[in-house]
Each structure stands twice: as structure tokens, then as C-alpha cells.
């Protein structure tokens, strides 16, 4: 059975830092692509970092450089570092594990920013 955990999410000024885990069980993070996703109060889930099998990453512009993606393969799970928070950052944050063969979302964990 395939679990994506997430958490660390929270309430946190503009500006301010946080950083989110995703610790899988059932799918080796190492081995599939890992994103992170989020989804604001009447927006469409967007696709906000994602980090291949290979290790390469890569962000959606709204939060190139100051978003960071990572994982511990000894500990099986993948990190979202957020810096310089913005209220538009404000969203439900989802875990997600793919190939070709699959994909898995874990329940979200949500980021509040305030202004």
C-alpha cells in the first residue's frame, strides 16, 4: 500500500520560511518523480516543484528561486523548502509520486501566508 505524508505546513507571515516533508511508503522516492503540487481556494491544482529520479528539479516561475525541492533517499522523503513567503503562496500543498506505471497524491497540508 503506497502512503505519501505530508507535513509542515502552517500559518506564517509574508517573508517568512517553511518547509514541508513528504515521507513515502511504498514507492521509493529515489526511483520515481516526486512533485509537489498545490491547490488555492477556487484555482485548479498547479503543479509548483518536481524532482526526477535523476535528481534534476525544476519550479514553476512564480517560485523559482525561492522554492527548493530535495529528498533524503535514506529516509525516503522529499522536502519543499519556501522562502520569502508570499500571500499568493496561500494553497493546499500536495505530495505526488509518479512513473509511467502510476501515480499517488498524498492529503495535503496546508500553508497559510498573511499579509
Known amino acids: 500500500q503506497v502512503q505519501l505524508v505530508e507535513s509542515g505546513g502552517g500559518l506564517v507571515q509574508a517573508g517568512g520560511s517553511l518547509r514541508l516533508s513528504c515521507t513515502a511508503s511504498?514507492?521509493?522516492?529515489?526511483?520515481?518523480?516526486m512533485g509537489w503540487y498545490r491547490q488555492a481556494p477556487g484555482k485548479q491544482r498547479e503543479l509548483v516543484a518536481r524532482?526526477?529520479?535523476?535528481?534534476?528539479?525544476n519550479y514553476t516561475d512564480s517560485v523559482q528561486g525561492r522554492f527548493v525541492i530535495s529528498r533524503d533517499n535514506a529516509k525516503n522523503t522529499v522536502y519543499l523548502q519556501m522562502n520569502s513567503l508570499k500571500p499568493e503562496d496561500t494553497a493546499d500543498y500536495y505530495c505526488?509520486?509518479?512513473?509511467?506505471?502510476?501515480?499517488?497524491w498524498g492529503q495535503g497540508t496546508q500553508v497559510a501566508v498573511s499579509s
Open positions: 505526488n509520486s509518479r512513473n509511467l506505471l502510476h501515480t499517488f
Open positions: 511504498g514507492v521509493v522516492v529515489s526511483l520515481n518523480t
Open positions: 524532482i526526477s529520479s535523476r535528481g534534476f528539479a
